[in-house]
């Protein structure tokens, strides 16, 4: 898909956060600063609210705040945030009728031994059912984030547990479905994967002191080195004494999500010891493999195909060609044009580059598709400009089934790969021919990847079942902030 | 005290809280736009942080942040917030160490019964205790407020009652201390005021639908009709069946606190029966009697000791004057002066009038004196300007004690009248000579008042036992927000 | 008139603009915050725009915009400006249709001296002329301000005189009607009033620096002891060589507009000798003398007729009252309630104190009426707190001719005073009586004055005669800048 | 150059405007959205400042301020510019010490015929002189804009002149250098190109109205269609007759700016016939043939090298790689780093992609190279990502020479190939090898070009003489705003 579509509709499959950590041995350290970098280099993994804790021998500082890293913190309320020993950060997405400030993270509370903060990037399957269950016990809830049913039931193993840890490992039989998560407590700095590793999760070192990130993009952004993946099911803590691994629950087949590779990571990132750039390129190859067309070009969707069109181009021997320019200073700010203006003319933020495109039969390359409104206009530029042939290629299976691990998918009717067959894809698309990279092939792109993969939005075969809703009382969760 | 110190340095007791409910019979009321406009009005009772919830036939909106009312709300917000038939708003102010978001009110909440919204004004003096008592039991705390310790308690008793006034009613055993209180759920509106009846607390009618306010000045500004002052102790519930009362706490002797007469009201509210204006008048007219003066004019500290100045000159015979004007574009971007520029001319802020000064016997009246600070200031702007004397009458007793109750009264360390004695305060503040109002007299300025008193800061003599600090977790409450 | 219709409706004649100079023998002096504080203090004169132009050694750093003072200033913004041993500021009021960032002063311009800054206060009279005289000679015009003609004919004049001072003084046989002026060049501060001083102008001493402001409260903010005015016709040059007066153009019979001791200056500043304050006073007594009844309170329409409601309650015996609470955090971003909303409420920027209303027969004070939109709504709201009877006087004649000579009056047919007789105001007022201070009375309000008065708003005699409509080319003008 | 070093350092030469107008034949038409949305598309030729003037019958609304188009044009901004039948609009860079809202364009003035807007692209050579000459005659200067002094010349000439063409006409005869100008009447717009045609300027059609736009780039992003170039020293008018051109200038032989296909203009850009990005890969395959290499990938450095990377991977049949990513959430609020981490880790803005370099013979390619600062840190990266050898390739030869003609050029002093030689850049850099275009090859980038090209830059040969620095007065220009 491509980020076009960012401004004109929301119409691509989101990822639902990332997080960040550091511990540092050292007190004083301007540990926010680090989190702030870190949280640019993972902005792509949410841009709704982002937020960072500083922990200070015990005391903890947080700010949190709808909008990007940059809107968010400024010079002044990092300074305010202060010097610490441990800090974790987190940037969310979420769908737009849960915008709202409370639901930012870290997620920073008192309990019965002091204070605590999570950062939390997945989404649990028996949320409901918890939910339900911490209600009758006289539980408040003051967000709609699966994070506060994980904090309320830590916290109440924490109460019969000498550590922290334990209390998380207690709490890990009750709560199911995808998390990496940090906690922070006034000591300990504590990394959590789920057993299945849907969600990415990496350790690495700055200078000997201790960080993690949902992607290894962040550790380069910082100049820390990267140390290892955090196992599936592993809880890893670092404090005073060092790092040490719990792995009570690991040992579970894993299952990564495969479109972190497609579409959610950085290009620039490696995970399960497997390149993103390079997952995209084979995705490009193989689908050169599967779906040749004699063209005279490959152009790739901007920024989301540009990877996988090199592949292609390369399997293919087709010159891959630079069709598009996006204009870099469209902001969140832009005035969206009328519907006429939008009729007749798209490309303000995205114009194609017409000596690419004139007279050639054009390979058009993006990483998926999802209700197909942004492509059917990408389409329809190709073909004002002069293109002779639009071939459309998807560098991943088609689209049919929801995500329960972390990730926002449309509804299945509004899924272009779930309401049409091929044929009129093609046709609502208007291109010459359409072909998307089988089953198979997606499994293989992350060559070397030391892990499992979830492929369940593109199969239906989910590693564990389908969440439950669970009965609601009649007001439940009708709160709206603004 | 003048309110020219809110900038210069906070040296005056400040009110914690107001707050505001409406309940319509009519869905579809702009009852935001309401609130939005009594709050206005409710301003001076905090200027930290405020907030309103708007329930639309169950489901809730809430908007809060810090800052001033105008800053907190646009239209657009307003707008957000949307049409319904209940809302509940809240003024705060807080010391400068507990600045945070998240304390911001109303608070909302999901428990097993849906949505709950508070919005509270007073302290508890057993919050220690029941904080530790809670977190015993697994509860977690995401803000200091006492409001949330209520709210939970609420929550727990809720499980086991049939109606939220029972509830309430229930958790009203286990709270001591200050409270006014107003609780939405989605389908009632409850105001419910302490035993004591420390904090005011009044009903209205605006042409049908029910309103609740700190004081009668916010009914004025939304043209309701004031009906009632909510009696100690009582639990009043509005929902479609009308508006009762619930009595079970009431009967105790009230205790309402003096200074709401003396500083914290606005002067053309009413107040269990009595006009806050009067009252200051009859301060001053007590003050005339106390500690006469042969002088040429009264003036007032602007603007909190002008209507006793006005009662002293009409006892006194003494020509009123307007001796000082405040410089009304000076807001809360202003830039400090450098301690030179402060020295040499405190009179940007405010100035004198010479014309009513120079050369004359001046007496200087003012509602309270805190640190003398300030006071100091004014009465050197005084000399400069040309007073042959300066005599400084304050309209209620020497402040040595703390308050528990509601508001925010420095250490005991920061009260001038704790610190030196008459004499040493008369020469600190250089002043010809100085009167307070007595104990006896401050207890009858609101003539006509239907409850009882509390004059604790000036007696120390609470109606209930002072606060016992509890027991802390190392680490509890070491939580800043940004 | 009343502040409060600042926001409701624009009810009240409005000052254009304030002035400040200073000069500083001191290279690097703060001379921007000494401005910066200034400004505040002339804030009442102008609330549209302002500015400060700094020069330092020759070279000029300048800012100004469209907003309050601490709007407009920063910190920063401040910073940026500098030290210097020169500054000149201004504060504009301007007419909506002219709101414009780029009328905000001061102007400053390069010529063939090198560069030029001008604060201006009034206007002229032969403006239509002069420009169309410009525009002939090929002279570009970048704003609609009266301050850019003098600009470009004191340019003109340069070219063939030694020094800028002579330029200006044969400018000043070319330019008509109402300036105070102060012109900064890179090396000389120079204050200028036209000969009739229709505009105040004074001269202080702050530790040896000279500064210029159009009140004397602007020297009191910054501790500058007043020196005196300058006078009709001077022109007073500041430099390295010290101060000099240069009085070709002095010698007029002098013309000071009578409403700066009505409305527009502040209470505590002194012009001419005479204090606007007890010029007040004295309006109300003189009042009191003119319009007896019989009554209990004395009230002041807040603030405007504060202080001639004092000087009426002194003469009449009457006791003076409290009468009205303003909100005081009532700002520029207040949402305005609706039509419904204000008719039966206006209480929201603007109460009554019953206990000094109810059942009384209330004089009711304000210095002018100029629409009586405002006044209206004020009788009303102390009908509906029970006043018996209320008796307006006002402290000034009836407003009836426009003003050509720096002031912002709405045309004749939007004056109540124009349009209806004694008996109609009144009655459209819904007052019990009405009384006007006369026009022998008006002229003796400053006791001790220096000055001769223009009453031409009242009289419609003018000390200069009405400017004439010039031909105008067909566009000429028509510019807005938002 | 790679924009990563717009927020590092500025170390690119800058094109100082771009200008957009649209004539239409119906009034009321939204002519404010359409400069809006085509300033946006040029946005890359200047980001200080940005404005637009629309005429409505003869009325100019104008609004410019400090900032990109979306902070400096809201919702709100643009509906008060309101409908119209004409506007231009303009975009600005300018060196950081003329930063000022004053230089701001368009510049709107009122003069003889009425009020007249203009919008520059360019540089003069004589204004020095001419300004000293006007100044000489009194005229007064506001902004330290070339243009201003083009519209006093227009001006003075307009009034001997029956039409303002031909005022413009007589102009031209005065005024030396580059420039590219709309100039909007109140019933005209005009769009002059100066003789030499340095900067672009073309002409296009919207659905009948006429547009003009520095790059053919604007008029895709309205849906326009491209109807031809205005000639070199062309006079276009547009009115209700119709579009005529002037061509009394018109003849001499052209010299367009060369830099404008190598780096200013949009890739996507069609100027005098020629394919801005086709340019840029003829200017790599010229590369590849001048400096061949044995390697591994060619890379382009983002986003100003990938064009001519791609040119020189065709013809080199070196493998074409995606060596970078850029973080495209870093935006202007984006807080420096500390030297320490500067040093450490310039990944923030900029990461490398392991798996195209690691281990490889890489060719990095950028447009150009003015400082050499920023490429010495992209190479860094290369090394410490593993590349085995770097070979870095320039797609234009060495820049030693200043600009005269509307781009802003470093002084020599910081211009990398001024101070060193072939040998010691390669040094510097730590490059492998190093490769500059060479002038023959740059000449004939834009194949099918209709114009001649000026590379005064690279060789010092400047088709108009180099402006002599005229005598100042001491104080000329020494005006800052902020």
Known sequence: MTNEQYDIQNDSPQEKCGVFGIFSNKTGSDVASQAY??????????????????????????????????????????EKLGKGNMAIGHVRYSPIDQKSRSNAQPLVVRHIKGAMAIAHNGSLTNAAELREKLQ????????????????????????H??????????????????????????TKLIAIRDSFGFRPLCMGNLNGDIVFASESCALDSIGAEFVRDIEPGEIVVADKNGVRGIKTHCGQKSSMCVFEFIY???????????????????????????????????????????????????KSKIPY???????????R????????????AVRIKLNTIEATIKDKKVVLIDDSIIRGTTMRRIVKLLRETGAKEVHLRIASPPFINPCYFGTDIPNRENLISYKLNKTEIRDYLSVDSIGFLSIEHVSKIAENANCGFCNGCFTGNYPIPEPQAAPKSKYDQKIGEN
């Open 321 to 331: 060609g630079i069709g598009f320019i996006k204009n870099r200073y469209i902001g």
């Open 161 to 186: 547990t000498n550590t922290i840890e334990n209390a998380i490992e207690k709490a890990m039989y009750e709560i199911q479905g995808a998390y990496s998560l940090l906690i922070m407590s006034p």
């Open 333 to 344: 700010t832009f005035i969206q044009p009328t519907q006429e203006e939008r009729d007749k």
């Open 264 to 314: 959610f990571a950085r290009p620039d990132s490696v995970i399960q010891n497997a390149s993103v750039h390079n997952a995209r390129l084979r995705a490009g190859e193989f689908l050169a493999e599967e779906h040749p067309v004699d063209a005279d070009v490959v152009v790739g969707a901007p920024d989301s195909g540009l990877d996988a069109a090199l592949g292609y181009s390369r």
């Open 136 to 159: 009758m016990e006289g539980t408040v809830f003051h967000t709609t984030n699966d994070t506060e049913i994980i904090i309320n039931i830590v916290t109440k193993k924490r109460i």
């Open 37 to 78: 970098l870190s949280l640019y280099a993972l902005q792509h993994r949410g841009q709704e609210s982002c937020g960072i804790a500083v922990c200070n021998e015990g005391l903890m500082q947080y700010h949190s705040d709808l909008g990007l890293v940059p809107d968010v913190f400024s010079k002044e309320t990092l």
